[in-house]
Structures are given as C-alpha cells and as structure tokens.
C-alpha cells in the first residue's frame, strides 16, 4: 500500500523544489494535516546566481544547470504520484531582470507551480520549517539561512514571526565580490569580512540583536560547517541535525579553509566538492551573525525553507 492510501482523505505526497542562486534542492513528503514525513530529499549545485550581482541577468549555463537537475527531480516526483508540486525560487531569480522567464519555463516544463519568494517571504517560510515541530518557547529565536545571493535572518517567539530581514549578503555574491585569488589573500578576506559585517549590522538593529537567546541555522552552508566539524563522509544528516557548533570551532574551520587552495578544499571531509567555491564566504558570513549575534553556540538544523514551503504553500497550491 502507498503512504497515502494508509492515511486520512487529506492526506498526499507533496513536492517542493528550492531553486536558489547556489543550489537547487528536492524534497518530497507525505503530509497529513500538520504532520510531515520526509521521503525524499536531494541537493545539487547549480550556481544559478552566477553572474547576477555583476550582470543583472541569469546566464544561460546557469539556467541550463538547473534544467539538467530538475530534468531527474521531474521524474521522482512522477513516481510518488505527488498531489501538489511547487518550486520556490529565491535571491537570483528576483534579482535578475530575466528571472519571471525563468520561471514561466519551470512551470511549463516541469509543471511546478512557481512561487517568486521576496525576502519576507523566503524568511517567513524559512522560520516556519525550522521551528515546526517544537514546542514553543517564549526566548526569542534566530534563524538564520546564509544563501547563494541573500542572507536571511528572522527572529521569533512562539512559532510566530517578529522581525525578519533578506541582506544582500550570499555565498555566491560575495565570493564574486572578494575572492579573486586562490587561496584568498588577507586583505580579500578582510575586505569580504568587513563588508558583511557592514551589512548585517545595518540590516538588524542592536536592540533586535541583543534580545536573542538562541540561534538555528539551515540550509547549505550550515549543514556543511557541522559535516566539517565531524568529518563526516559520508554525509550524515541524522549527525548534522542539532549539532551544536561554537564560535570557537566556526572561527577554526573559516581559518583552515581560507589557508587551502580550491582544489585542496575539494578534498576536506564532510564538504561536498561542489561548495568549496563558496565555503570561505559561507562560514565568514556564519561567523560573522554569531559574533553581531552574541551567541557562543547555534544550533544546525535539516529543517529549512523545503519543509516551510511543504507546510505554507503546498495545500494551498493543491485547492487552486
């Protein structure tokens, strides 16, 4: 018997697709009212935000990219006979002047209902995934997820959102920016630093910055610091999801992967071959929020924008 005829009449498989400016991720669940069980779950890189910060547009190759992985995205979410199927697409698609293109031809070639996220948006849906399933708490929460082309940074109590930001602050858009050298120099390093430092500062006023008591961190960037942290390889989610990690390992690990070249970053355990482009500015990125933060820990989390989505707008998508 499939998972839906086991359940109740509202029950059904549900698609999400995150198509960001870094990676483009698949998840495929069984909901039933406010339970959800993951059955599928795959991430590849595409860089689909190449060249936006500097072009304004996204190229061809990038596009292409994402066409070729969702090409075997399509065919598993055939097979689950999923009721509803949507994509959310992020920082690049809404920075480019082509991105409602892009999207018009995702849906059309893959039936997936296309949501253009803006930043409160992709915030609101970010909180949702990783705060569903907890018990509430009345300690104001961050959650942060460092993107392709954005940094995301929403604060909460009680499941329920009460500030919420999307910088210009991405893997993608500061490597492009600072990372001219392999391995990056110092004065890069410093600039790249400098300039997120900048920005998350002015993006998230002090009073909102020192009221949090706890953080949790999602998506790529996060769950690849704490494989680092436990050289794990292979990739073990069930390790990664609440791992603890500390400024002092964060400040560890951002030092030894600026001190390697690329090729020498490919090869570090827990990182997937395809992120080490990106890495350095990922974790100057991460360790910069914990510092304007104030945190000594945070914890990482596998519950991302993928289940937000598959909570917020997967029914919804299913009774237009």
Sequence with gaps: MTARSQAGPEAMNVAVVDIGSNSTRLLIAHLDGDHLDELVRHSNVTRLGAGVDRDGHLRDDAMERVF???????REIEEHDCRSAVAVLTSAVRDSANGRQFAREVQERYGLVPHVLTGDQEAELTFLGATSGRSTSDIPTLVLDIGGGSTE?????????????????????????????????????????????????DAVPKSRREGVGHG????????????????????????????MLDTTECDRILGELAGMTLAQRREVPGLHPDRAPTIVAGVAIFSQVLSLFGLERIEISEHDILRGAALGLTRRTDQQ
């Design 68 to 74: 070729t992985t969702l090409d075997d995205y399509h």
């Design 153 to 201: 940074l929403v604060i909460g109590t009680d499941h329920e959102v009460d500030f919420h930001v999307s910088t210009q602050a991405g893997v993608v858009r500061q490597t492009e920016r600072h990372v001219h050298t392999d391995p990056p120099t110092e004065p890069e390093l410093h600039e790249l630093t400098e300039d997120v430092r900048a920005i998350l500062r």
């Design 216 to 243: 949790i961190a999602v998506a790529g960037t996060a769950t690849s610091v704490a494989a680092i942290a436990q050289k794990l390889d292979p990739y073990d989610p069930e390790r990664v999801h609440g791992y």
